[in-house]
């Protein structure tokens, strides 16, 4: 039983397992939001439908000699043709400008649905546009995050580096910046955290959605509270359709309406993407730092029913002053191994050292429970060794020497940040062109 | 004019340059598709307008009695009715397994439509929950194209080793492959086609399509091309809801079909996630390459104007054969400097040679043309490098020594896709920890 440890093959399982994890969590995270949502609209529902039903057996009171079958076929094609938007109150759908507007919902797979191809050559057209065109989108929304994290971090740095100066930590010219090669190396190597980055990125969403919403409650008769789910349902492309911006046959200033929603719409869902790719990389972290959690609980209980071992794990390499710690420390380990898993005295096991090898802030060591604090120190080293590792490759690499802590940072980083969590970030490494086979 | 040249400063603007090319590209894509569809479209919509105005004049003139006002709003009940699923001929939709289905169409931002939140404390709660459940599920998506093409590259490799085996190129002995350090090396550094991935990816999808469709037709009473549109429009979240699986109030073997309307468009999203990341690289390498086309037509134009150098590039770092035919060919390149573009004899200009610099295939520099050829050769170049990039560092990083010819990769990758073009591998690089506060 202990033999087949869940530690043996720590990179392979830990991708698997996060993937397998974040599956359950997804799957206990719809099933709370369907039971919350089924308790709020449910009997919204009912009481709808017999309002509807009762309405329907009104009409037919009233009007007794109307033949059922020609009023349901009437009450067929309106719904039909409301659906589709083919009323006189509402604008034409496929003129130019709605043809434009229902292509802007494919390629960024907002799809309202208030616009659909009813013909069968537009329906094997959607097919093949679409493909190219979510493509493409998916690229420009890339391209996007990548420019407005660029400037994001440039302004950071900017106000970092002010307040670096006026603490007077900095060299004061800026213009010879060169002759305090430290400093200037740190500073150069400084980048925004991952927090603030969401904070802005959040601030930023709100502040579009709000003032949308102040644009399309006036002029589209919705409430705020309505203008803003709109906002949310249209940037975040889920799309429902239930509420679509710029539908009725006649607005004023209908030109700037028109391009005030394309461009609203269009920052907002770069916007919102942005975010939740940032809020994505945090989940994952939290999904990472969970299962190391429960690995290194696991390798305790596994080395407790095998034989206490005071041996640091063979792939770990462990800075210097950790490992003569460690020397130090391993004849105690034996002496201490037994102890709960809860207990306050700092045991740096070798695991833990090597985990946290970059921070060399033994404090964050000590403890055994599953704090916060423990969850936002992991998330720094790990961005930090993530932002060392590609900046040293891939922007401007000017001939650096190989990483310090190669073998600790791949073992740290076994589950692959680095690797690669993005999307193309993943196609990058995974993938390659045909020269080798020449 | 020429010293205001956009060669000055290559990495700033060909980021930029690509994300304004993208913006236009999508544009002129959209307006095309506009074009289309409208054209396809706008008949179709005329017809129906005129048919559904008919049927209500004639229900009129058969019942010229009816309250025109009582008459409306039935028919505008009805609609609403219609459109939210409170017909007794569809299941009630705030159900338990309909909340988890409109639960499932939120976090995949596939957003139907079918369902939507009618009450106020449904919408605001969607705001929130729908933040960090389409954050997960990208994140989601993202695991699962990291996995999907780990699965796919061993798949291919194991291919190409058995191939190579056949041909003899390899070591007979699997066992002892330490001992053909070259052979083994070139096998663990070799890595799939991006076009090869995108191929099967897609022949993936066509598959789980086309049997997903099989499954609707006849359940939902479909033809077989509404259900493949149906397929393409809930895989890629685009999800207009003119089409809806699993809405009537009894199928026949309703759970069955449930659990398979789930995992089809779960496997089907996943997959066509993952096709159209593929898909958009082949895009940004294709903008990349043209891009580089125009600049050095630029340089070259502006070089001809000011005066005609034959020397290299400063940035350019070239292979040691291409540099010495280069000096060969310098003094050659001064008389040749004033043909045409489109020459056919081999002319390596200096930056030509930086950036094809990995390649070694001269014959691909021949020519100025743009041939897809070249474009090809190009992106295979690029992903090896980048591979190459990559491998070195985040692949478990055994010490590797500093890439030999970094300056010209990073000439090369300047617009940086080792830079990071995916969601998470831009904020990987972009952001970083706290650690160099403290």
């Known amino acids: 039983m202990a033999a087949a440890c869940c530690c043996c093959s720590p990179r392979l399982n830990e991708d698997n397992a996060r993937f397998i994890l974040l599956a359950f969590f997804i799957t206990g995270y719809m099933l709370i939001g369907a039971a919350i949502f089924a308790e709020f609209e449910y009997d919204k529902e009912q009481e709808d439908r017999e309002e509807y039903d009762s309405a329907l057996a009104l009409f037919r009171q009233r009007y007794p000699d109307i033949n059922i079958s020609d009023l349901?076929?009437?009450?067929?094609?309106?719904?039909?043709?409301?659906?589709?938007?083919?009323?006189?109150?509402k604008r034409p759908r496929w003129d130019f400008p709605g043809a434009f507007y229902f292509v802007g919902?494919?390629?960024?797979?907002?799809?309202?649905?208030?616009?659909?191809?009813?013909?069968?050559?537009?329906?094997?057209?959607?097919?093949f546009y679409g493909l190219f065109g979510c493509a493409s989108t998916i690229l420009f929304f890339n391209l996007f995050l990548e420019r407005i994290i660029t400037c994001?971090?440039?302004?950071?740095?900017?106000?970092?580096?002010?307040?670096?100066r006026r603490k007077g930590l900095l060299n004061q010219q800026p213009s010879n910046s060169r002759s305090s090669e430290g400093d200037s190396d740190s500073l150069e190597a400084w980048k925004p955290s991952v927090y603030w980055v969401m904070l802005y990125l959040g601030v930023a969403a709100i502040a579009i959605a709000c003032s949308a919403a102040a644009m399309y409650s006036p002029v589209e008769n919705w409430t705020y509270l309505e203008s803003i789910y709109f906002c949310f349902i249209a940037f975040s492309t889920i799309g429902f359709g239930d509420y679509v911006a710029s539908q009725n046959v006649k607005y004023q200033n209908q030109p700037f309406y028109r391009f005030g929603n394309f461009i609203f719409i269009l920052i907002g869902a770069c916007c919102i993407y942005s975010l939740f790719n940032v809020i994505s990389i945090i989940i994952k972290q939290f999904l990472t730092w969970i299962i190391r959690?429960?690995?290194?609980?696991c390798c305790r209980c596994c080395k407790k029913k095998q034989q206490p071992k005071g041996r640091p794990r063979r792939n770990a390499i462990t800075p210097g002053h950790l490992k003569r710690r460690l020397q130090m420390q391993s004849k105690a380990n034996h002496a201490d191994n037994s102890r709960s898993p809860t207990t306050d005295v700092p045991a740096p096991e070798p695991d833990r050292l090597s985990f946290d090898s970059d921070d060399s802030d033994s404090r964050r060591m000590s403890g055994e429970m599953i704090s916060m604090r423990d969850f936002l120190a992991s998330n720094k080293v790990s961005l930090a060794i993530m932002q060392?590792?590609?900046?040293?490759?891939?922007?401007?690499?000017?001939?650096?020497?190989?990483?310090?802590?190669?073998?600790?940072?791949?073992?740290?980083?076994?589950?692959?940040?680095?690797?690669?969590?993005?999307?193309?970030?993943?196609?990058?490494?995974?993938?390659?062109?045909?020269?080798?086979?020449?």
């Open 72 to 89: 349901n076929q009437l009450l067929e094609a309106h719904a039909d043709a409301s659906s589709r938007g083919l009323l006189t109150s």
């Open 105 to 127: 919902t494919v390629v960024s797979t907002i799809g309202f649905g208030m616009t659909t191809p009813q013909t069968d050559e537009g329906k094997i057209f959607l097919l």
């Open 152 to 164: 994001l971090a440039y302004c950071m740095k900017k106000c970092h580096e002010r307040d670096l």
């Open 293 to 297: 959690k429960t690995l290194k609980y």
């Open 388 to 438: 060392k590792q590609l900046s040293e490759t891939a922007n401007h690499a000017r001939a650096a020497p190989p990483p310090r802590h190669t073998h600790s940072h791949s073992h740290y980083n076994g589950g692959g940040l680095a690797g690669g969590v993005g999307a193309l970030a993943i196609l990058n490494s995974k993938l390659a062109g045909e020269a080798n086979k020449q």
